[in-house]
């Protein structure tokens, strides 16, 4: 066979849950003289809007019942979607059987995920589980030399221009396309389920694991150019860039993406009740994090912290981006902005750069909500849960000899958030609400503890301050100081407080350093990795 060889369509079986477009493309089809077999609430759609439809039951000579969840599963319709209209067998067994060839199938799942993601019941989303759809499918999939397969609307408006260029047929080529794109599907929503299944179960480790995505858009390449991607998003019900709406800019790259979530997750972990967060990534790592009652004033903060890795970076914020947030953020290049929401002053002001681009989300991600992370290795998937660990002031226990003031340990409390989204090792220097230094994805400790200070001192040269702002800082770090050096860094960077997870066999070493430096310093039990 050739990708040109055609295969006639003159019956269709449509069962659809997903009603949008469905009587326009029926009609077309009768146009084109199809015949079509339908079920259920699809086939009333079709009578109701005059469109001569018979049921599936004649078909079959079998009722439809159990609340639907019996009709299609019957040899007459699976035999019309798998016999091989060049098997003689294949045509002798449907010619003594009254199996009528089906030549286009079209079916939607039920909205499982949909489902799922509206917090429904168990029994409901039991109920939404299709099983006589995904079966017809894979059937009229593996039959692709002779059976057009469509899954959504778009498939099917393909199927109608390929009719009209090919006299009522369609080619082979198409018909292989439609078959991958089935199996996917397919793949996808049982993968939804299974997961779901797995969730209930609170299994964290089933024996098969399965993940799956709708394509969202195609990427002109990954992280380099010589590198194909393309992004995909999966069932989970969380606002961010799989949520968002671009409403500016040139096309988004693979890094933008990944910035850009990576910024937007920690703008998340700040309550914007509270109050305005912003949030500046660049590469990944977060270079200037703030937050203030005012937004604007928020932006200035986090920019301050580190001016030079700002420029081309990503800003995210917890808030409505308002114009005057906007009228600073214009004032150097950025990549990427993205917010909940905007206003309409604001979007007037960023649209001067016509080549930044601005993502509004719809919402904000909840720091606390489950989800799994996944990451390839050679071979295989590594999964783990989100981390979303949270802790409160009433969670840290002070270590030396020296309590932390009201405003160290709002500072460490800021401080520890931040930590927790920049790759490790990573340490982070905080003061007055605001980053003053960030090292990150360093090999030891002591060289994120001085990185960060050499950071903060460049800041400080840029600016003409007298000195960085790790003077009168606080100090967090992502994992326990396996050795004294660490605090020592931080002492002699001018940090007043240190918040760490603790857990090391030379606690009683940096204790001791700390209370000689007369650092307050606070264990939370907890380490915040980050790879």
Known sequence: MSDLDLAPLRRALISVSDKTGLVERARQLVDAGVEILSTGGTLRALNEAGIAARDVSEVTEFPEMMDGRLKTLHPRVHGGLLGRRDNGEDRSAMADHGIPNIDLLYVNLYPFEETVAKGAEEADCVENIDIGGPAMLRAAAKNHAWVSVCTDGEDVDAVLAAMEAHEGHTPLALRKRLAAKTYARTAAYDAAISNWFADTLEDASPAWRAFGGKLAQPLRYGENPHQSAAFYATPENRPGIATARQVQGKALSFNNLADAD?????????????????????????????????????????????????????????????????????????????????????????????????????????AKQSGWLTKTVAGGLLVQERDTAMISVKDLRTVTQREPTEAELADLMFAWKVVKHVKSNAIVYARNLSTAGIGMGQTSRLEAARLAVRKAEATAQENGWDEPRTQGSVCASDAFFPFADGLHAAAEAGATAVIQPGGSIRDEEVIAAADEAGIAMVFTGMRHFRH
Do not use: Q, W
């Not at 604007?296 to 981006?321: C, H, Q, T, W």
């Not at 004032?331 to 917010?339: Q, R």
């Open 262 to 366: 990576a910024a937007f997750e920690l703008a998340g972990e700040f309550d914007p009740a509270d109050k305005a967060a912003v949030v500046i990534v660049k590469h990944a790592n977060p270079c200037g994090v703030a937050t203030h009652d005012d937004l604007a004033v928020a932006y200035e903060k986090a920019f301050a912290a580190d001016p030079i890795s700002a420029f081309g970076g990503i800003v995210a914020m917890n808030r409505k981006l308002d114009a005057d947030t906007a009228g600073e953020l214009v004032k150097i290049f950025t990549e990427v902005v993205i917010a909940p929401d905007a206003d309409e002053d604001a979007l007037s002001v960023l649209s001067g750069k016509s080549n930044l681009r601005v993502l509004l989300t719809g919402g904000l991600p909840d």
